[in-house]
């Protein structure tokens, strides 16, 4: 057996095909090259005609290598088909390995195989014809793959039976998919590992929920960096802020060294000027005296020379009667001895020395010392009055600065509003405060305010500033709960306001009650109301709190005290301005009653509203459209008139008697009760056998019809036809003394 160069055969490549991408041009080149010359030397040998594959079996069956080629074809077998399932670059790399390490050995065994059996002998083939022996050998490896790689040893197919087994482990482990994460490692593992492998006693959770808990520490770790994000923004534009701050105090700092160096030079100058008008006033005036005293030193001097002249002339008189003479009679003489008298003053008016003069520096030592020193702040801005910033005795001022003065405290000062033109003598309050907000307590309800604040710190006060007026919340209205007025269907309400001043506007709220807890829950309200009565739509048959705000540019006030509505039937009140003198409403509102009196036209005080003739009353007016009931109980020896009659129906006549006045009178006569049913004096003949003690009335303005019935036998008594023409009142009187009791919010009998 020779030598021979497994890297370089043709069948090589057949094999593993994927090998000839990966080496060199060089290794191709030699490889082709040696391929062309096996080819040539095949042709020859098939030329020479030797059976190389009979004489290649018979050395093999002779040395025992048949069963170990046995082995390795049924294993490399094996090796293709596992080829067949492996992914390219895995069968490339597995292939590439095992082959170069076969044909190492395979060489390997077949040079010890041939050495081996040239010491133990065939001395006679190997003499007779060596040369041509090894052609054969080599041809024949050539030739054919599998009897070259079935000569290799039976250790070398142990090696490459278990090299083969670990590569297909190692291919089945790559082909499972990590399921579970390591927490200890911090890697992803198979669940294998966790039972069997190095992560046995590690801790470990499925990859879904570690990867959710890994998404979520991201999650936290970007919220966290975006929080420091933020705070460093925020911080850059502190820094930002506090950089124009600076410049902002450098240069008030600046402006006020300015300020108080001006100043201080200010009153330098001003000292000079003064101090040097005083002395030029002291010079003038030392000039001055010296002026005089030098002019009246001359004037003392020329009488000096005078009078010496005319003595020295008398002096020289040389006639002794003469001289005596003129010496006696002299004038001179007189005027001598009085200037001899005269003393002379010879000191100075005043001294050449000026008096020495100090400068006050202490109001500049004063203002130099406050350069430094905080100045006083501007005047604050008080701002305007906030919604809901008031009650009905309190309010919440608020108001800032311009600029960044220091500021020690503020000062609060406010009075009343008033229209009169005394209005500066109002009290004025004053409140000291830190904060630049205050709330005053203790203050009249719908009242306005004038407020103004100062600021203060060590250098002093600021002026004031701009005065703002606020106003305090209204009182509570009050409903008039003896007038309201209502309906099954809507109702009128009237209030009056709670303040001495008008309000704004009122808001109705509605609460509709059930029989669940929560009867405080608003059903609806009714804003921006003017004056103080509201209609209100209803649904019938319920039970409705009222209650009403009033509200201003303060804000609005607290709720009135409810109000209970049944909408049942009709509610109304009697009207007290409409009553006649004689007729007295009793406590509960709803039962009139008359003393007896011989002469109902008495001259107690009558109301402009009032009727005079008959003893009558109206009620209040029912201004709802649709069906109205209210039943009166009279006396069965009382004689009355009930029905109903216009606004303006005469009040010095009876009802009935005008065209503005429905009414069912009662009178007794000897033989019977007489019912008459008046309009405009006019009455149907009706005879009613049995007098009825309950009367009820049926308004219907739909229908245009006003109806009586007797309602405790539910008979029906009479029915006007009419149309009216504006809301009606009811009307009740009383002709002779008695009572009658009026029954309101009653629904309607069915047989009405």
């Known amino acids: ?66 069963e170990d080629r046995e082995k390795e074809l049924e294993l490399f077998g094996g090796h293709m088909e596992m080829e067949s399932r492996w992914p390219p670059a895995h069968t490339q790399k597995a292939g590439s390995q095992g082959s170069i390490y076969n044909a190492s050995k395979s060489s390997t065994s077949v040079k010890d195989q041939s050495q081996s059996t040239k010491q133990q002998g065939l001395p006679g083939e190997a003499s007779q014809d060596e040369d041509q022996s090894k052609a054969r050998a080599d041809d024949e490896a050539e030739s054919n793959i599998w009897s070259r790689e079935g000569l290799s040893s039976g250790g070398m197919s142990d090696e490459w039976n278990s090299q083969a087994v670990s590569e297909e482990q190692e291919e089945e482990e790559e082909e499972e998919v990590a399921n579970v994460f390591c927490s200890t490692c911090k890697i992803p593992i198979r669940a294998f590992d966790k039972l069997f492998g190095d992560h046995k006693d590690h801790e470990v959770t499925q990859l879904p929920s570690a990867l959710e808990s890994e998404k979520e520490e991201i999650r936290k770790n970007m919220c966290k960096l975006e929080e420091q994000i933020a705070q460093m923004e925020n911080v850059a534009s502190h820094l930002e802020e506090i950089f124009l701050t600076v410049e902002e105090n450098f240069g008030r700092q600046e402006q006020n060294f300015e300020v108080h160096y001006n100043d201080a030079v200010q009153v330098l100058a001003q000292k000079y000027e003064e101090q040097l008008e005083a002395l030029g006033e002291e010079k003038r005036q030392k000039l001055e005296a010296l002026y005089e005293q030098l002019v009246s030193s001359g004037k003392h001097l020329d009488t000096c020379k005078e009078l010496t002249d005319k003595t020295h002339e008398l002096f020289l008189e040389n006639d002794k009667a003469e001289f005596m003479k003129k010496y006696n009679f002299f004038p001179c003489n007189y005027r001598l001895q009085e200037f001899l008298k005269e003393e002379v003053n010879l000191e100075l008016s005043t001294l050449p020395d000026f008096e020495e003069r100090v400068i006050d520096f202490s109001e500049v030592e004063q203002l130099m010392n406050s350069i430094n020193a905080i100045p006083a702040p501007c005047a604050p801005m008080i701002n305007p009055q906030a919604p809901n910033a008031a009650t009905g005795t309190s309010l919440r001022v608020c108001w800032g600065l311009f600029s960044d003065d220091t500021v020690e405290g503020y000062q609060l000062c406010y009075k009343p509003v008033s229209n009169e033109r005394h209005s500066d003598e109002q009290a004025e309050h004053t409140i000291k405060v830190k904060e630049t907000y205050c709330t005053i307590t203790n203050l009249l309800p719908n009242t306005q305010y004038e407020f103004w604040v100062s600021a203060l710190n060590a250098a002093g006060i600021s002026p004031p500033s701009e005065r703002a007026v606020y106003v305090t919340a209204p009182s509570p209205p009050i409903i008039k709960s003896k007038k309201i007025q209502s309906c099954e269907n809507a109702a009128l309400v009237c209030w009056e306001s709670g303040d001495i001043n008008p309000v704004d506007s009122y808001t109705v709220e509605l609460y509709k009650l059930t029989d669940e807890e929560n009867d405080d829950i608003i059903t609806e309200s009714i804003v921006g109301i003017p004056n103080c009565e509201v209609l209100i739509h209803l649904q019938p048959t319920q039970r409705y709190h009222i209650c009403v705000r009033a509200q201003n540019l303060g804000g609005s006030s607290e709720r009135s005290e409810p109000v209970l509505i049944h909408t049942t039937g009709t509610c109304f009140y009697l009207n007290e301005d409409t009553a006649h003198p004689l007729l007295a409403i009793l406590d509960d509102g709803f039962t009139i009653s008359c003393d007896e009196l011989e002469n109902p036209e008495c001259d107690l005080p009558v109301y402009d509203n009032s009727f005079t003739r008959c003893i009558a009353i109206l009620g209040s007016l029912i201004p709802f459209p649709g069906k109205h009931y209210w039943e009166v109980e009279v006396e069965e020896d009382t004689e009355y008139r009930i029905g109903v009659a216009f606004e303006n129906t005469p009040r010095h006549g009876h009802l009935g008697a005008n065209n503005s006045s429905w009414c069912m009178r009662h009178i007794i006569t000897p033989s019977r009760h007489k019912y008459e049913f008046l309009h405009s004096g006019m009455t149907p003949d009706i005879r009613i056998t049995i007098p009825p003690r309950r009367i009820g009335i049926l308004l219907d303005y739909e229908n245009c019809r006003l109806s009586f019935f007797n309602a405790d036998i539910a008979q029906h008594l009479y029915t006007f036809n009419s149309r009216f023409q504006h809301y009606v009142h009811p009307s009740f009187a009383l002709e002779t003394p008695g009572i009658l009791r009026i029954h309101t919010g009653i629904t309607p009998p069915p047989w009405t």
């Open 1 to 66: 057996f020779y030598h021979m160069d497994l890297y370089g055969s043709k069948e090589r490549f057949d094999t593993f095909p994927e090998e000839l991408s990966g080496r060199g041009d060089r290794s191709l080149g030699d490889t082709r090259t040696e391929s062309v010359l096996n080819s040539e030397k095949v042709q020859r040998s098939q030329e020479i005609g030797y059976d190389v594959e009979k004489e290649v079996a018979e050395l093999a069956k002779m040395y025992g290598l048949d």
